[in-house]
Nanobody, 132 residues
Framework: QEHLKESGGGLVQPGGSLTLSCVGSSGFFLDGYVIGWFRQAPGKEPEGVSCIRTSDEEIYYTDSVKGRFTISRDSAKNAVYLRMNSLQPEDTGDYYC????????????????????????WGQGTQVAVSS
């Protein structure tokens, strides 16, 4: 069963922008979850790009995207977004949305959870290519 669906990827020139969307499927409500955007670049390990804990809105960004990417959510639309500005070739990769209820880490920071990356629900991913 597909719980999360990403969209919004594509080909963009350096300096361009994209907005990725992650929507919870029918009956899978994102409120209460930690939602993360992860990416895997060609030949590299997956990394947590940005995560948000919906219960308190705590947000984490990996250093390479701070000031350029913005994570946000719309509870009414059961969606989380990743606005990506000033895209660079190194941002190229497969982007995945993931959700988790970290019962084993009730006091963990969002940074810890994002870096750990052990999320229970994953989307199929959307490709982002930044090239001139």
């Amino acid at each position: 069963q597909e719980h999360l669906k990403e969209s919004g990827g594509g080909l963009v020139q350096p300096g361009g922008s994209l907005t990725l969307s992650c929507v919870g499927s029918s009956g899978f409500f994102l409120d209460g979850y930690v939602i993360g955007w992860f990416r895997q670049a060609p030949g590299k390990e997956p990394e947590g790009v940005s995560c948000i804990r919906t219960s308190d809105e705590e947000i984490y960004y990996t250093d390479s995207v701070k000031g350029r990417f913005t994570i946000s959510r719309d509870s009414a639309k059961n969606a989380v977004y990743l606005r990506m500005n000033s895209l660079q070739p190194e941002d190229t990769g497969d982007y995945y949305c993931a959700a988790d209820l970290p019962f084993d880490y009730p006091t963990a920071t969002v940074q810890f959870l994002c870096n750990r990356g052990d999320f229970g629900y994953w989307g199929q991913g959307t490709q982002v290519a930044v090239s001139s």
